[in-house]
């Protein structure tokens, strides 16, 4: 698998993967019709607009597999809503269901935690939904719980929850 900084022409594939990958990861979370109703055209508007306006400490890396095709993708920089402890944020990371449980995932992570480093940034934080299959993962990088809000997504109220790093050098690099 080849990782490399995204840009502009990737927005259609990643657009592509990040709905695939929720249909899937939420598919016991979330409405089906919610799901179902998820358009590849909606999220590629979305990379497109997030590409026009990368902030200097924002970044998305894709992961290819060996015929070139996006099958994964992680996002991150600066956490968003000040937080003092946790200056870096990993803002999303989806892959898709049949390149799950190889690796990818760490891999993705510990590129951004390498760029967040590159910017002194040696601490950072994700949220999740509570009851995505993959917590697990990140307590198996080391990642703590350290937060909590509810959040609404369609017509549900979901639970989110913050994992941090206080070091991203132990466990992700």
Known sequence: MLIREANLTDAPAIAKVHVDAWRTTYRNLMPAEFLADLS?????????????????FNFTYVAENEIGQIVGFASGGQ???????????????????????????????????KRLLQSDISSMLVWVLADNP?????????????????????????????YAWTDTRTGLI
């Open 79 to 113: 956490e968003r809503t000040g937080d003092r402890l946790y200056q870096g944020e990993l803002y999303a990371i989806y892959i898709l269901e049949n390149y799950q449980r190889q690796g990818l995932g760490h891999r993705l992570i510990s590129t951004v935690a």
């Open 134 to 162: 993959a917590s697990r993962f990140y307590q198996s990088l080391g990642g703590q719980q350290v937060n909590q809000k509810q959040v609404e997504i369609g017509t549900v109220q979901l639970v989110e929850v913050a």
């Open 40 to 56: 590849y055209e909606a999220r590629e508007k979305m990379w497109i607009k997030i590409f026009s306006n990368m902030a200097e």
